[in-house]
């Protein structure tokens, strides 16, 4: 909770600039402080705009300003990372993890992507020299970097299914997704293990609604997708999305 009040004491300082015509440009930053950021704007009523230059990227750069801005202010690098896919496999732990190595804040990397076998990275501006320089190795794999100038998808896929549960419930739904009882739902929402839509939720009746995004930390993350109406027996008929 300490880290989440520090980056809103820093927020407010970043939108009191904004309203005195500065230009903020904000490093990346997950789903989860995206959110926080995000609403505190909403609250605030202060501009905002983001952008990861990869689509659909889990991290984001943000910038809080009074003027229009363009996506080249954002300040993001996106490099593919050059292999011998014969000789090695690359994944995402050990392209961050190598990263990370060289000194690298996790705020200065966006998302890393990995689509049949290519790999992307995005990273400001800022960081995109000692990157070039430096980042030479992932693992024992000898790499290159080649800027990429073309948009890069991250691409999500999701595996629909229907369930018949007795409400939309956050426990109920967590159990039937996961297949565990009610009980460890509960347990792992009062944990604070349960985001809905990229914000802690600890409130196990919490009611869940269609296109709400629900991510459960060691399980997963899964979308309420379709209400199908009702069963004979007045359970619903969910069609639940679980991301793979």
Same mark, same amino acid.
């Given at each position: ?22 230009? $903020? ?5 997950? &789903?989860?402080?995206?959110? /926080?950021?995000? !609403?505190?704007?909403?609250?605030? %009523? @202060? *501009? ?70 290519? $790999? ?5 501006? &800022?960081?995109?020299?000692? /990157?070039?320089? !430096?980042?030479?190795?992932?693992? %024992? @794999? *000898? ?70 995004? $629900? ?30």
């Amino acid at each position: 909770m300490e880290d989440v009040i520090k980056f809103k004491k820093r927020i407010e300082s970043a939108i009191e600039r904004s309203y005195m015509g500065n230009v $903020v440009l904000l490093p990346f930053l997950d &789903e989860t402080y995206g959110a /926080i950021l995000e !609403e505190m704007c909403k609250y605030q %009523k @202060a *501009p905002l705009e983001k952008y990861g230059k990869i689509i659909n990227a889990d991290r984001n750069r943000y910038i809080l300003s009074q003027y229009d801005v363009s996506d080249d202010d954002f300040k993001i690098v996106v490099y593919k990372i050059k292999y011998n896919k014969k000789y090695y496999e690359i994944n995402h732990r050990n392209v961050l993890g190598s990263l990370m190595g060289l000194g690298i804040k996790r705020e200065s990397l966006g998302a890393i992507v990995i689509n049949n076998g290519d $790999v992307y990275i995005a990273c400001t501006e &800022e960081i995109s020299k000692f /990157i070039e320089s !430096e980042f030479k190795f992932v693992g %024992k @794999a *000898p790499i290159e970097l080649e800027e990429c100038n073309e948009r890069i998808e991250n691409v999500i896929r999701y595996e629909d299914k229907n369930y018949f549960i007795s409400s939309l419930r956050i426990d109920c739904v967590i159990s039937a997704i996961y297949g565990i009882s009610r009980s460890e739902a509960q347990e792992l929402i009062i944990e604070g293990l349960v985001q809905v839509n990229h914000i802690i939720n600890m409130n196990v009746s919490h009611v869940l609604k269609i296109d709400d995004i $629900v991510s459960v930390r060691h399980k997963g993350k899964f979308k309420v997708t379709a209400l199908n109406g009702k069963t004979r027996s007045d359970r619903l008929n969910v069609t639940l999305s679980k991301r793979v």
